[in-house]
């Protein structure tokens, strides 16, 4: 497994824990000196346990060095990252072809190279380029295999999913990748066998179909505030529509996080090199854009039409709980733009505030709800951890100036914040405000 990160680490564990040898690779020596003394680089829940156990039955270990794994094994996973070239709004893929000719020089006997970071069409192809130009002696075949678990669930995700896609153009790899997942059929997880480029876009058109469900509830949650309608039961009465389904129709402060943003752009600027332009998909990029400042408008609003010289207390930092995440975040916006408008910001996050401090710098960080809410002109819960569920409204009320409650992910109902004498702003619910 090449690169340990979110997606490596996991599949790496989960695939040692159905019984495969498997080694974690990873250019970060750090990451992999951790990972050796039992620390684990990321926060996600149930892995560290995972990793003891497989390290202990002695199916998993870790390794900086692609010598030192690539030549004996039967198949090479590339699980490194592809992020946004912030120049061209493509997915960079220098780290992909860097993996792809270091392998190249390193395999032995036949081996299947497949590649589970998500990139655009037409990557397995260069991929293949790669390692016939780097090593022409290199037998393999090039599979693409995308990702698809969540931060947050990730490992019940890659135990139990959906559905497994592999594309193949080499037919000696069939076999090979139907028993590295049979294990996962036990759970009867469908595997899908089709062709390289439909499964690079399998992936794409997967994230961008979702992060255009999420963007849809949110124009909705603009339309109930202003005809005076409640955007929660708006996605109940659609949701229970067996062909729209109930998921990912929370209206909120618009999606972010290490794959939305990124493979919607992607998929945009692929759409539009083959000249077969996405409208649906880039209006998404474009109004979830534009949505973060907005809900740093609708705080302001809340406040009274100005921030200038106020505290806001932040609750909740990542772009979604149960991860560390901080990429992409939507509270990184909504924040800058705060203090753009003169705003001291107090934050907390529970297992975030380590990586928001390379990004958000200028904040003041709390040690819990609590703390953070100190002296606040308002309370804005940006991302809906358990731990923001069940706040003690009393004891926010004796630390806050001005008891303000904004939440931007409609987790409380009026009737008990105002219970408190908060005054509560949320999104989509007109009546609940
Ligand atoms: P990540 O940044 O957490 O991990 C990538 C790792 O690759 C890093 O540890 C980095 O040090 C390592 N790396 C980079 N170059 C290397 C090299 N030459 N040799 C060895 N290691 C190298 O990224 P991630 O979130 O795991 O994402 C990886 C890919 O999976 C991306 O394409 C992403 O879009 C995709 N994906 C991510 C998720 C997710 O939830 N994070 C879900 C599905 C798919």
């Not at 003394?37 to 998993?60: H, Q, S, T, Y």
């Not at 539009?272 to 609708?298: C, D, F, G, W």
């Not at 916006?333 to 990004?359: F, Q």
């Amino acid at each position: 497994m090449i690169g340990s990160g979110y997606v490596g680490l996991v599949s790496g564990v989960c695939l040692a824990e159905y019984g495969h040898d498997i080694v974690c690779m990873d250019k970060d020596v750090a990451k992999i000196e951790g990972l050796r003394a039992g620390k684990m680089p990321i926060f996600e829940p149930g892995l560290e346990e995972m990793v003891r156990d497989n390290v202990k039955a002695g199916r998993l270990r870790f390794s900086t060095d692609m010598a030192d794994c690539v030549p004996d094994c039967e198949v090479v996973f590339i699980g490194v990252g592809t992020p946004t070239n912030k120049e061209t709004g493509h997915a960079d893929l220098k780290y992909v072809y860097a993996v792809a000719e270091e392998i190249a020089r390193h395999v032995k006997d036949f081996t299947v190279v497949v590649t589970k970071s998500t990139v655009p069409v037409g990557t397995g192809d260069e991929v293949e380029r790669i390692i016939a130009r780097t090593n022409p002696k290199a037998d393999v075949a090039v599979v693409s295999n995308p990702e698809f678990l969540r931060e947050g669930a990730a490992i019940k995700d890659f135990m139990i999913p959906n559905r497994i896609v592999v594309g193949i153009e080499d037919q000696r790899a069939r076999p090979v990748m139907t028993e590295v997942y049979r294990p996962l059929f036990i759970n009867q997880a469908p595997l899908m066998i089709t062709t390289r480029r439909t499964s690079e876009l399998i992936k794409y058109a997967a994230n961008a179909f979702l992060a255009m469900k999420i963007t849809y509830i949110n124009e909705m949650a603009d339309l109930c505030e202003a005809v005076g309608a409640n955007v929660q039961e708006v996605a109940r009465g659609i949701g229970l529509d067996n062909r729209i389904g109930t998921k990912f129709l929370h209206a909120g402060p618009g999606y972010g996080g290490s794959c939305f943003p990124k493979d919607t752009l992607a998929l945009v600027k692929t759409a539009q090199e083959y000249h077969a332009p996405i409208q649906l998909v880039e209006a998404t990029v474009a109004v979830n854009e534009s949505r973060k400042a907005k809900m740093a408008h609708k705080v302001i609003k809340a406040a009274g039409g100005t921030v200038a010289g106020k505290t806001i207390a932040v609750l909740g930092l990542t772009f979604k709980p149960e991860t560390d995440d901080m990429r992409d975040s939507p509270a990184i916006v909504i924040i800058e733009e705060l203090v753009k408008a003169g705003a001291t910001i107090r934050g907390y996050d529970p297992e975030g505030m380590e990586n928001a401090r390379h990004v958000l710098p200028l904040i003041t960080y709390c040690d819990g709800p609590y703390q953070a809410a100190e002296g606040a002109d308002a309370v804005v819960i940006v991302t809906e951890w358990n731990e923001f569920r069940a706040l003690d409204l009393k004891r926010i009320k004796v630390a806050v100036k001005t008891p303000l409650l904004v939440d931007l992910r409609n987790i409380y109902r009026k009737d008990e914040v105002a219970r408190h004498g908060f005054r509560y702003i949320c999104v989509g619910r007109p009546g609940e405000e």
